[in-house]
């Protein structure tokens, strides 16, 4: 049976407000090194704002919202629904897709009276200029039939407590790393905010898990904290693997722990109830 004190932490845990599934996950949060943070819904909000929407010679702001609305109209993906939001409440009426192709890490594709509409990065969107992705902000590019029409430009808040979460699991000697589908310049400018040195941005769903493969090859004991489709290979493959209790159905799935609030300062909680608990017993 699980020796009574690993019972009574991960009960500890529950009143903090992380569900840990299973007794063992609790010698894994115990022996963590590294954390790894996914970004866009996990250290920011996932709750994105349209800043700006820039459009291809040609095309009306009207026509790119209409073709990004059928798009992203059934999209779980927090830029999506930001997307869509922004499109409602400009009160154009978006077209309506006859299929729909989500690819994690690049966007969506959707079929539209017999046109392919993209929504995504670069990957998806190749032909998009560089230009229309400058600065911070997550840049959204719409092709109609494979040609570029316009990019949605997003922003997106930090978390209230993601700094100082950064700040105390590096203090108690833990590494603290970002891996992120989002484009570079986003990435880093997050990173910056919360005082996070190590980035690994522009990765797909494949490449995240490549990251944490890597990583415990060179002999780090890593907790993934994320909340995405794209984020459930990573999530499995970790040593220990923590939802957003915010996040996709696949996400907290895919996890050992869950952060039922999504609250950053219950993972810190969390790990420091695990470590003294490794103490007592194990
Ligand atoms: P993160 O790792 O930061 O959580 P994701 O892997 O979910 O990000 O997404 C990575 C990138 O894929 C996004 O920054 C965006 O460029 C693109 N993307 C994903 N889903 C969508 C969508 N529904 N619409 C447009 N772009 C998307
Ligand atoms: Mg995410």
Request: charged residues 20%; without cysteine; proline residues 4%.
């Amino acid at each position: 049976g699980t020796p009574l004190a690993v019972l009574a932490a991960i009960a500890r845990i529950a009143r903090v407000g992380a569900f840990v599934k299973d007794g063992a996950h609790l010698e894994a949060l115990s022996v963590v090194d590294t954390v790894v943070f996914d970004k866009t819904g996990t250290l920011t909000r996932g709750v994105p704002t349209v800043t700006d929407v820039r459009t291809a010679p040609g095309v009306s702001t009207q026509q790119l919202l209409a073709w990004a609305g059928a798009a992203e109209a059934y999209s779980e993906h927090p830029l999506g629904r930001a997307i869509a939001a922004h499109v409602r409440a400009a009160g154009v009426a978006p077209g309506t897709a006859q299929s729909f192709d989500y690819q994690p890490g690049r966007g969506v594709s959707v079929e539209v009276d017999g046109r392919m509409i993209s929504a995504g990065n670069a990957r998806l969107v190749p032909d998009a200029p560089a230009s229309a992705a400058d600065g911070v902000a997550t840049p959204v590019h719409i092709s109609v039939d494979e040609h570029y029409a316009g990019t949605i430009l997003l922003a997106d808040q930090v978390r209230d407590s993601a700094r100082s979460v950064v700040a105390e699991l590096r203090h108690r000697g833990l590494r603290v790393m970002m891996i992120t589908g989002d484009q570079p310049a986003t990435a880093r400018a997050v990173a910056d905010e919360l005082g996070i040195t190590e980035v690994r941005a522009g990765l797909l769903p494949d490449e995240k898990l490549r990251a944490i493969d890597a990583e415990r090859a060179a002999g780090h004991r890593l907790a993934m904290v994320g909340d995405g489709v794209n984020d459930a290979p990573a999530l499995m493959r970790a040593t220990v693997g923590i939802a957003m209790g915010s996040g996709t159905d696949i996400a907290r799935d895919s996890a050992d722990v869950v952060l039922i609030s999504s609250d950053l300062n219950d993972l810190a909680a969390t790990l420091h109830i695990a470590r003294r608990a490794r103490r007592i017993v194990m």
